[in-house]
């Protein structure tokens, strides 16, 4: 269709930090790699979940 890659980082991190927001935010999201930055040719995002220690 002749259209570009989506830029989706800001989307998703707002999205997954306002859900972990409402889920425990003690837990923190890093963004390994999204579009519109670099990325391998086999995938376009990766994230990370870091979840609290049980303390």
């Given at each position: 269709m002749g259209k570009g890659e989506f830029a989706c980082r800001p989307t998703f991190?707002?999205?997954f930090n306002n859900v972990i927001n409402v889920i425990d935010p003690r837990t923190r999201?890093?963004?390994i790699?999204?579009?519109p930055g670099p990325h391998p040719d086999n995938a376009w995002c990766q994230?990370?979940?870091i979840l609290p220690a049980n303390t």
């Open positions: 991190d707002a999205c999201v890093k963004c790699f999204c579009l994230w990370e979940f």
